[in-house]
């Protein structure tokens, strides 16, 4: 499955040119997470996917949610589905631009997020710096874990609304119990906010991409 994307491109590109991969979150666009690229380095090169499917009001998803059904919450098929799909993006993007010497990044919000803790932690090697917001670790994506030296160099910047009432903020601190048991680095933020990102929130997101 190819993904639509948007990209900003830095004027050079070279082996060592970083590249954040974004993911938006359920009923957004590549547009979202996209109008970010003023504040972030301007050396990056950017690119900010479309989820595949549709959702109403001209939006797209990763995969369906059931909102009524908290044991099968995500449609867990599809979900897989999408993950393929991005890595094969990335990988393709990746290989098109030659960035063999360069850092992978990824941001995430919500359905966004939650992929994109499934593929940073199952595929470690490809990825370093790592924003999940108002998103959780969903177990049913993320396999075994055997390797945990593999996952060493990650860096996790993690933020959730202390009133987002799609995904409990009790869900989004499942991440901090998680990245802990596999000694991973992060830095794990709430803020006075619902289901999105606020001014502070923010703040903390450019200056975690910018050290």
């Not at 059904?69 to 030659?98: K, M």
Request: glycine share 6%; with cysteine.
């Amino acid at each position: 499955m190819n993904l639509d994307y948007i990209i900003r491109e830095p004027e050079n590109i070279t082996p060592n040119t970083p590249v954040l991969f974004m993911l938006h979150g359920y009923g957004s666009n590549e547009q979202d997470l996209f109008s970010f690229r003023e504040t972030l380095p301007q050396d990056w090169l950017i690119i900010s996917f479309r989820a595949p499917r549709d959702t109403q009001f001209e939006g797209y998803s990763w995969y369906d949610i059931d909102f009524d059904n908290p044991e099968n919450f995500i449609n867990v098929d599809q979900a897989n589905e999408s993950l393929r799909a991005v890595l094969e993006s990335v990988l393709e993007i990746i290989n098109r631009y030659g960035l063999t010497e360069g850092q992978a990044h990824l941001c995430g919000f919500s359905q966004g997020g939650i992929l994109c803790y499934a593929l940073a932690l199952q595929y470690p090697e490809l990825f370093n710096r790592v924003a999940c917001m108002s998103s959780y670790p969903e177990n049913k994506l993320l396999g075994n874990i055997k390797d945990k030296k593999k996952l060493e160099h990650l860096r996790f910047f993690i933020s959730h609304g202390t009133d987002d009432a799609v995904i409990p903020l009790e869900w989004g601190r499942k991440a901090a119990d998680l990245l802990y048991d596999l000694n991973c680095y992060f830095t794990f933020r709430e803020y006075m906010s619902g289901h999105g990102v606020n001014q502070k929130n923010y703040m903390d997101l450019m200056d975690f991409y910018s050290k």
